[in-house]
């Protein structure tokens, strides 16, 4: 039993990490023990309001050619989301090849293609499933050490989520992250 159990451990890992997928580019710029603060250059995503369940399908649709160029763009991670003037917004960061002049239009109007402002973000990091009780534990631990450090909340909480559903929870990669002032 404890053999099958390390091949599948040995599989699921070696599956994740040869679907690697682009990630945002930052610089860790301050470490502790419970979080870190990055400082992400601008980025370029597709978003649309998540707010009926359905943003992940539009945006993956999106990537998938429903767009003006039929073209196929490549997953990259993390996905985010966040409250926006009140409503849960969700986000695909698109690969670094892709700029305003070259990114394909969307055929779904209820998508954007937005630059999410560079800048420093604290970030929490945890394993789980991406549940709102997950993110809500880990968005207080985060708030409570930022106020003990006196760091500056700029933002609403992020939740980025880096695998995809199929991966174990225990091999998972969650995020909660705020902008904050250095």
Do not use: C, H, W
Not at 45 to 59: D, I, Y
Request: charged share 25%.
């Amino acid at each position: 039993m404890k053999k099958i159990l390390l091949i599948l451990i040995s599989v699921i890992t070696l599956n994740s990490q040869s679907m690697a997928y682009e990630e945002a580019n930052y610089e860790v710029v301050k470490e502790n023990k419970n979080y870190e603060i990055r400082k992400y250059s601008d980025r370029l995503v597709v978003e649309t309001n998540s707010t009926q369940g359905n943003g992940f399908r539009k945006l993956f649709n999106y990537i998938s050619g429903n767009n003006d160029q039929k073209e196929e763009i490549k997953m990259t991670v993390p996905v985010t989301q966040e409250i926006k003037n009140g409503n849960m917004t969700m986000q695909f960061y698109l690969p670094s090849k892709f700029n305003k002049d070259n990114t394909p239009k969307p055929s779904n109007s209820e998508i954007e293609i937005l630059t999410i402002e560079g800048g420093y973000y604290a970030v929490i990091k945890y394993s789980g499933r991406s549940s709102d009780k997950n993110f809500s534990k880990n968005k207080e631990i985060l708030e409570k050490e930022l106020k003990k450090d006196n760091v500056t909340i700029l933002s609403p909480p992020i939740r980025a989520s880096y695998n995809s559903p199929f991966t174990l929870p225990i091999l998972k990669r969650n995020e909660v992250m705020y902008r904050v002032d250095l």
